[in-house]
């Protein structure tokens, strides 16, 4: 009974964050519904192409130049491990934010006190393992240069070879979106990256969801010490509760400032990446 009473209130958390969402960004829907050709798409800051979105080439160029190769797909195989990455990241910072939460209100119990430690920790354990590991792969790259390594033997191994079979099979399984009258696919979320649009979600949960949650425990608390009224076993599950309370609001914030350094971090070294792609091209 108690898990199924958890699953309901997860599931309306989540339905209260979506409407939240919803309400949040009607401004932003409306006022791109009066845009003709809308927005050029961005999954990541300055990744896209303008006119092609996701897609680094163009299957059904005549133009062998645009026509896609292997490098095309290992560029969009990155775009989307780093697309895939900001998924994970808001998953992450979710987790947290639900094992904070869960600490706070079932934390009384033994059984589920042990259970919401581990999901923390898990989370925690699961973000630290992936900041480090792209910190560290993106280290070793950096210094022996691996990307130009890459980019020069595929220019010297595949120039010569003929994939259109591969194109026309490629763009058959990535579906795209209808251009805009300009040329542009259409964004729903006018002026925003993933980047920016994860950290307005993450807003929305702690305005929304976590600071009201947290306000409530915090007078909760507050209520029990009243009511204990001297008791030495009431005081004694005041003081716990409070301490719980405690430790959620440091959960959350935690959690926040982490998603926070992490993306600006990435958004950092994707415009890095990207000035020195647009140099090279330029060149």
């Not at 006022?31 to 798409?41: C, E, K, L, T």
């Not at 990455?85 to 639900?98: C, H, K, P, R, S």
């Not at 094992?99 to 119990?109: A, E, H, R, V």
Request: proline residues 4%.
């Amino acid at each position: 009974m108690k898990k199924k009473s958890l699953f309901k209130k997860i599931i309306a958390t989540i339905f209260l964050l979506i409407i939240s969402f919803v309400n949040f960004n009607t401004v932003s829907f409306a006022q791109n519904s009066q845009d003709v050709a809308g927005q050029a798409v961005q999954s990541i800051e300055g990744l896209s192409d303008p006119k092609r979105g996701l897609m680094p080439c163009d299957p059904y160029s005549e133009n062998k130049d645009e026509q896609c190769t292997p490098k095309d797909a290992v560029t969009l195989v990155k775009k989307l491990g780093q697309v895939a990455l900001y998924i994970i990241i808001i998953a992450l910072f979710v987790m947290l934010v639900i094992g904070g939460l869960g600490y706070i209100y079932y934390g009384k119990s033994p059984q589920y006190l042990n259970k919401w430690k581990k999901y923390i920790k898990n989370s925690v354990v699961a973000i630290l393992l992936i900041v480090g590991v792209i910190g560290l792969v993106l280290g070793i790259l950096a210094a022996v240069g691996f990307d130009q390594q890459v980019l020069g033997f595929l220019k010297q191994i595949l120039a010569q070879t003929d994939f259109s079979f591969f194109n026309h099979a490629y763009a058959q399984e990535i579906p795209a979106p209808a251009p805009g009258p300009e040329g542009e696919y259409t964004n729903f979320f006018p002026r925003e990256t993933v980047g920016s649009l994860i950290l307005k979600i993450i807003k929305v949960i702690i305005n929304y969801i976590v600071a009201p949650a947290l306000v409530l425990s915090t007078i909760w608390a507050g209520f029990l010490f009243v009511k204990a009224e001297g008791n030495p076993q009431k005081l004694t599950e005041a003081k716990k509760f409070a301490v719980r309370v405690v430790v959620g609001i440091v959960v959350a914030a935690a959690a926040a400032t982490i998603v926070n350094v992490i993306l600006n971090s990435l958004n950092e070294v994707t415009n890095k990446v990207n000035s020195e792609i647009g140099t090279t091209q330029s060149e």
